[in-house]
């Protein structure tokens, strides 16, 4: 007799149109997880979910609470639950120092990376409040930039140390309802944001100059991401940082 197979557990990512979004997602489907696919633009969702029978691709803005209701309501429609949710949806931001951000700039950038977290997390708790078996994971996308800061990027450069803020947060107020929150810090892994700051063909550093920095596959810091939604519910990765061998952070500038 043939054993019926175990669906395997349902994963949220936002930011899964590219990037590093799109290559956890797909590492997750080829793990057996259920993967709702949130972003943007649905053609992008579509292109990363390659037709996969565990994929739901739902667009989504994680800046407009409706838009996070809507996603999770459809997952819980469509799976029942939430296992984990990988929060990753970001913008890079504009490059500018405290004294010449604009306000709509600032603000933008503040409500995609925290608000759009925020939202995320909050409607991803809800669920794992209330299902059977309670409990969950939530990781969240931060940076290097939580630990320290390019020249010229303040919003980011905020917006990735609060993110921090609300990990530890979410690990402290979720601990009673078997829910446990991690951060994950990613420097230079090849995606598109690094081109649009020059990682390839010269970043600026602290002293002025600019500098080709080396990077690694976007793979491998999914496979990151993986090992900390794969941990079992009796223990909790609470913080994880991988960078490109040899990038300029330990003694940056």
Same mark, same amino acid.
């Given at each position: 007799? +043939?054993?019926t197979p175990t669906p395997g557990p349902v994963a949220v990512v936002t930011g899964a149109g590219s990037g590093i979004g799109r290559a956890v997602a797909r590492q997750m489907l080829a793990d057996g997880y259920r993967v #709702? $696919? #949130?972003g943007r633009r649905e053609a992008q969702l $579509?292109? +990363?979910a390659g037709g996969h029978p565990d994929a739901l691709a739902v667009p989504c803005d994680v800046t407009v609470p409706d838009d996070v209701e809507r996603l999770f309501a459809a997952v819980l429609r469509r799976w029942g639950r939430v296992d984990v949710l990988f929060n990753?949806? !970001?913008v890079f931001g504009p490059a500018a120092s405290v004294d010449e951000i604009s306000l709509p700039d600032w603000e933008a950038t503040v409500a995609v990376n925290l608000t759009g977290s925020l939202l995320c997390a909050g409607a991803a708790v809800r669920a794992m409040k209330t299902q059977s078996p309670q409990g969950g994971r939530i990781i969240n996308n931060g940076s290097i930039s939580a630990h320290s800061p390019r020249p010229r +990027?303040? *919003?980011y450069a905020v917006t990735k140390h609060a993110m921090t803020g609300l990990t530890k947060s979410i690990e402290l107020d979720g601990r009673a309802f078997g829910i446990t929150c991690g951060q994950i810090d990613i420097g230079n892994t090849a995606t598109e944001i690094m081109d649009t700051i020059g990682v390839g063909? !010269? *970043?600026l550093q602290a002293d002025g100059t600019r500098k080709v920095e080396p990077m690694f596959p976007v793979e491998d810091a999914a496979r990151a991401v993986l090992m900390m939604a794969g941990m079992p519910p009796s223990a909790s990765v609470g913080s994880v940082v991988i960078t490109a061998a040899g990038m300029p952070f330990i003694g940056r500038g």
């Amino acid at each position: 007799m +043939t054993a019926t197979p175990t669906p395997g557990p349902v994963a949220v990512v936002t930011g899964a149109g590219s990037g590093i979004g799109r290559a956890v997602a797909r590492q997750m489907l080829a793990d057996g997880y259920r993967v #709702a $696919l #949130a972003g943007r633009r649905e053609a992008q969702l $579509l292109e +990363t979910a390659g037709g996969h029978p565990d994929a739901l691709a739902v667009p989504c803005d994680v800046t407009v609470p409706d838009d996070v209701e809507r996603l999770f309501a459809a997952v819980l429609r469509r799976w029942g639950r939430v296992d984990v949710l990988f929060n990753n949806a !970001g913008v890079f931001g504009p490059a500018a120092s405290v004294d010449e951000i604009s306000l709509p700039d600032w603000e933008a950038t503040v409500a995609v990376n925290l608000t759009g977290s925020l939202l995320c997390a909050g409607a991803a708790v809800r669920a794992m409040k209330t299902q059977s078996p309670q409990g969950g994971r939530i990781i969240n996308n931060g940076s290097i930039s939580a630990h320290s800061p390019r020249p010229r +990027t303040v *919003a980011y450069a905020v917006t990735k140390h609060a993110m921090t803020g609300l990990t530890k947060s979410i690990e402290l107020d979720g601990r009673a309802f078997g829910i446990t929150c991690g951060q994950i810090d990613i420097g230079n892994t090849a995606t598109e944001i690094m081109d649009t700051i020059g990682v390839g063909s !010269g *970043a600026l550093q602290a002293d002025g100059t600019r500098k080709v920095e080396p990077m690694f596959p976007v793979e491998d810091a999914a496979r990151a991401v993986l090992m900390m939604a794969g941990m079992p519910p009796s223990a909790s990765v609470g913080s994880v940082v991988i960078t490109a061998a040899g990038m300029p952070f330990i003694g940056r500038g």
